[in-house]
């Protein structure tokens, strides 16, 4: 039973471009969450996904950024016109429920030159 | 807005050294408090979950304790490997709200 699953590992782009971050989620988990951690601090919310429906976005910048979780495949977090400022590791959890059970990939390392 | 503070930052002790890691928190309706480890580069790891006052968990050398205002993680005779960082987070809504980790390092 494979666990939460993100790729790429690492990511670099260059100032301007689009970054795409998968997560396939634990089998069995229809509930997907992403986190964003920059260095030397926690882990900030982002978005919370079901199946084909963006739950909760309130952590998610209103531009540039957007997620989606499709009936078939793994879930994708787009950021479209990268900055600097983007830099940083972002986290994909999914739980079974959504009350519990709260599994992390490995995360992609973001790196925007 | 849920708040989680973490201290100390940071946590240098000698292998054997008991210690506790505090974790304050303000949230409307706690649905549960969790701890997690994280190693560097990698994602964070699920210890515990709490969601009573009073209530205590344990896995080999650590014990998570809560109460009203505040969870511990008591570390009991550490060893190196466990060093890491240490992530509370509280769940209100339907979402994890962390704090900034406190990271432990245990020398030999």
């Known amino acids: 039973n494979a666990g939460v699953m993100q790729n790429p590992r690492h990511l670099v782009r260059r100032r301007g471009q689009e970054a795409r971050l998968r997560c396939s989620p634990m089998?069995?988990?229809?509930?997907v969450y992403w986190y964003r951690q920059l260095p030397e601090e926690g882990l900030k919310f982002m978005v919370y996904?079901?199946?084909?429906?963006?739950?909760?976005e309130s952590g998610m910048p209103k531009e540039r950024f957007s997620a989606e979780f499709p009936k078939e495949g793994p879930s994708i977090l787009r950021i479209q016109q990268v900055v600097r400022g983007d830099s940083a590791a972002y986290f994909c959890?999914?739980?079974?429920?959504?009350?519990?059970?709260?599994?992390f990939g490995s995360g992609t390392r973001l790196t925007v030159v | 807005e849920d708040q989680v503070t973490q201290s100390p930052e940071a946590l240098r002790l000698q292998e054997g050294e008991s210690s506790s890691l505090n974790c304050s928190y303000t949230?409307?309706?706690?649905?549960?408090l969790f701890w997690y480890r994280q190693d560097p580069g990698k994602g964070p790891e699920f210890l515990f979950t709490?969601?009573?006052a009073g209530e205590e968990k344990e896995k080999e050398r650590l014990k998570a304790t809560l109460t009203k205002k505040e969870s511990f993680l008591h570390i009991t005779a550490p060893k190196p490997e466990d060093s890491a960082t240490y992530l509370c987070?509280?769940?209100?809504?339907?979402?994890?709200?962390f704090g900034a980790g406190t990271t432990v390092t245990v020398r030999a």
């Open positions: 996904l079901q199946k084909e429906n963006i739950i909760d």
């Open positions: 987070a509280v769940q209100a809504q339907r979402k994890l709200s």
């Open positions: 089998k069995g988990h229809s509930h």
């Open positions: 709490l969601y009573s």
């Open positions: 959890a999914s739980s079974p429920t959504g009350e519990s059970g709260y599994t």
């Open positions: 949230v409307s309706g706690l649905r549960g």
